[in-house]
């Protein structure tokens, strides 16, 4: 895992890696080391379900505005795996997405 924090607000989002974990689950939904389309089919799911608005990131993964998290993908040798980002824009920022630094869209 990886924490960031900013002067004077303190923790604004942890990374939580696909290889190393550990393993965090939303809402039942294993997040962490997973394939990513089987994730997205049950993101897609529970949004769905809940009423709540699907979005996609500027890398093309399913997320939605209210969960909390930002999924993404890295390689794991021949595969890829989920990884996920946790943020809490309120009081700094509009959007979940306006709180996670740069270098988080390019772990890889």
């Keep these: 895992m990886t924490c960031y924090f900013v ?3 303190g923790l604004t989002c942890v990374l939580v890696d696909g290889l190393r974990g550990p393993q965090v689950t939303f809402e039942g939904m294993r997040l962490i080391g997973r394939v990513p389309s089987e994730l997205d089919r049950e993101i897609e799911t529970y949004l769905e379900l809940h009423d709540l608005d699907l979005r996609y990131s500027s890398t093309a ?20 795996v989920s990884w996920a ?4 824009p309120e009081g700094i920022a509009y959007t979940l997405y306006d709180v996670i630094p740069r270098e988080v869209w390019l772990h890889r």
């Design 7 to 9: 002067e004077g607000v």
């Design 61 to 80: 993964d399913v997320s939605g505005n209210d969960c909390g998290f930002e999924r993404g993908a890295q390689r794991a040798g021949d595969v890829v």
């Design 85 to 88: 980002v946790f943020a809490n």
